[in-house]
């Protein structure tokens, strides 16, 4: 499995995932309740950095979605 970066407002973390979508996800699922949220989820295989080429930017709603989460207006 790949290592991946992740990273969404103040969350930061590393995971081992076999792609990207499902890294974004562990990602979340690492969260606690003092982590902010940004509006995109971007994953990177070569450390912590905002929306760039090469850098993969998923909408936190996506993301939210597929971690079975519900999000509130």
Request: contains cysteine.
């Amino acid at each position: 499995m790949a290592k991946y970066y992740v990273k969404s407002g103040t969350l930061e973390v590393v995971v081992s995932c076999p792609d990207f979508f499902e890294a974004a996800v562990a990602g979340l699922r690492k969260s606690s309740k003092s982590d902010v949220l940004g509006e995109f989820f971007y994953v990177d295989e070569r450390g912590f950095r905002g929306y760039e080429v090469g850098v993969f930017a998923l909408p936190t709603g996506d993301v939210a979605r597929a971690a079975g989460w519900r999000l509130s207006r």
